[in-house]
């Protein structure tokens, strides 16, 4: 099967900073990548798909890149509430692995 | 508004069962693919299963192939998990979600584009 990584797997930074985050899978899983965004307390959110694809509702702020098996996961600017966890996942065959999440906090 | 609510989380014994229900709303159920996703306490997300709209295909993980078995009832519009043999490390917080995506003759491609809140399956003795 397919292992997700990803990294890191936690970073504190500044509001109004630009992150990023890296996910890489052990084979090529061509553009099926997806990510999300958990909430301390909440329910995952689907944040990307398509790899670059955002889903309706999510802030311009977030983008993501990538294909075969490196992505990535961007946050232009920081805000308070992007305070969460995000995870990535794999989608181009059963089973549908996520990756094990960074954290991002504010300083 | 799309809306999807577990129940049948309990405390059970190792070596137990239990079934899982999500009550979905809000959306055409049958003509979407369904998921159970579960999260261990202090844990990341871990896929458990999936199934196709009709039922007809179901995917499961390593973990909890031949354990578990996914179901759906469209005439109700409920997915079911059933859950035996159940061990220390099934213990977790239990989501479905709708799955969005496709299926060609390469097969599924599905992600989860909106998650319930979950029940809360503890196993121990």
């Known amino acids: 099967d397919i292992q997700m990584t990803q990294s890191p797997s936690s970073l504190s930074t500044s509001v109004g900073d630009k992150i990023t985050i890296t996910c890489r899978a052990s084979?090529?899983?061509?553009?099926?990548l997806a990510w999300y965004q958990q909430k301390p307390g909440k329910v995952p959110h689907l944040l990307i798909y398509a790899a670059s694809t955002l889903q309706s509702g999510v802030p311009s702020r977030f983008s993501g890149s990538g294909s075969g098996t490196d992505f990535t996961l961007t946050i232009s600017s920081l805000q308070p509430e992007d305070v969460a966890t995000y995870y990535c996942?794999?989608?181009?065959?059963?089973?549908?692995?996520f990756g094990p999440g960074t954290k991002v906090d504010i300083k | 508004e799309e809306q999807l609510l577990e129940s049948g989380g309990d405390l059970v014994q190792p070596g137990g069962s239990l079934r899982l229900s999500c009550a979905a709303s809000?959306?055409?159920?049958?003509?979407?693919?369904m998921t159970w996703v579960r999260q261990a306490p202090g844990k990341g997300l871990e896929w458990v299963s999936s199934?196709?709209?009709?039922?007809?295909?179901?995917y499961y993980a390593d973990s909890v192939k031949g354990r578990f078995t996914i179901s759906r009832d469209n005439s109700k519009n409920t997915l079911y998990l059933q859950m035996n043999s159940l061990r220390d490390e099934d213990t977790a917080l239990y989501s479905c979600?709708?799955?969005?995506?496709?299926?060609?003759?390469?097969?599924?491609?599905?992600?989860?584009?909106?998650w319930g809140q979950g029940t809360l399956v503890t196993v121990s003795s």
């Open positions: 199934i196709s709209g009709s039922g007809d295909d179901t």
């Open positions: 996942q794999k989608y181009n065959s059963a089973p549908f692995t």
């Open positions: 809000g959306f055409t159920f049958s003509s979407y693919a």
């Open positions: 084979q090529d899983v061509r553009n099926f």
């Open positions: 979600a709708k799955v969005a995506g496709y299926c060609s003759s390469g097969g599924c491609y599905w992600y989860f584009d909106y």
